[in-house]
């Protein structure tokens, strides 16, 4: 993806229906998204290749990618806009070596892989003549997707370095969200808004109570018992 949205190397989606990618380097975190934006918005792409011809063109190709690790999206980056872009699945069964075929592949496309294309044309075109084309997501991947993104969420980033879970502790919401705000803006991030703030919460630990906290005030102030905030950022 970090190659792919440099004007030199974006020249290589020219023509391509789909680009795959064997394997993400671990730890990688995805930084840039501009050539995912305007594939999937139709934009124009302007290639520059180092030594060839500029070449502008409007991009139609599918990205693929296969990792053994979550992709990390940076925080800066984490917005609706892109998680409307991103499909993620996850394939948790594997064939134990014992049972693996050495060059599975490529004997079974020797053999029969020209029956497997005819198959899957005619599986394609049925759909499109039916009008079966439109796909949804199934609860799994909806699960995983929602997963991801609280995981990269800023939310979460804020209460996995400036809280600890106690569960003999209390904290606020007000609290929580003022230096949730300050953590925002110390790191140069966009801050979700105070009502989603306690939903991401409990999305991210379910474990949390919603509980009443009595402070110097007469009225006591929503809260959660389980987390408390460190002093020590």
């Not at 380097?25 to 305007?38: D, N, S, V």
């Not at 007000?174 to 989603?196: F, G, K, T, W």
């Amino acid at each position: 993806m970090e190659d792919l949205s440099n004007e030199h190397y974006s020249v290589e989606l020219y023509g391509m229906k789909i680009n795959t990618c064997g394997e993400r380097e671990r730890g990688k975190t995805m930084k840039k998204t501009k050539i995912l934006k305007q594939l999937t918005g139709g934009d124009m792409i302007d290639a520059n290749p180092k030594g060839r011809r500029h070449v502008q063109f409007r991009g139609k190709t599918k990205l693929y990618f296969t990792a053994n690790d979550p992709m990390q999206i940076a925080p800066q980056i984490d917005e609706p806009a892109l998680w409307r872009r991103l499909i993620a699945m996850e394939t948790p069964y594997t064939i134990p070596p014992a049972e693996q075929i050495p060059g599975y592949a490529e004997k079974l496309l020797a053999k029969e892989g020209d029956r497997i294309l005819s198959y899957h044309l005619k599986k394609i075109q049925e759909a499109l003549n039916g009008d079966m084309y439109t796909f949804h997501l199934d609860v799994d991947t909806k699960r995983l997707m929602a997963s991801l993104q609280r995981d990269t969420s800023s939310v979460v980033l804020f209460l996995k370095e400036w809280c600890r879970l106690d569960p003999n502790q209390k904290a606020t919401i007000q609290a929580l969200i003022a230096r949730y705000h300050e953590y925002c803006s110390r790191y140069n991030l966009m801050p979700v808004s105070d009502r989603q703030f306690g939903t991401v919460v409990k999305a991210a630990y379910p474990q949390l109570d919603s509980v009443r906290i009595h402070t110097t005030g007469d009225n006591p102030i929503w809260g959660f018992k389980g987390i408390q905030l460190r002093e020590d950022v």
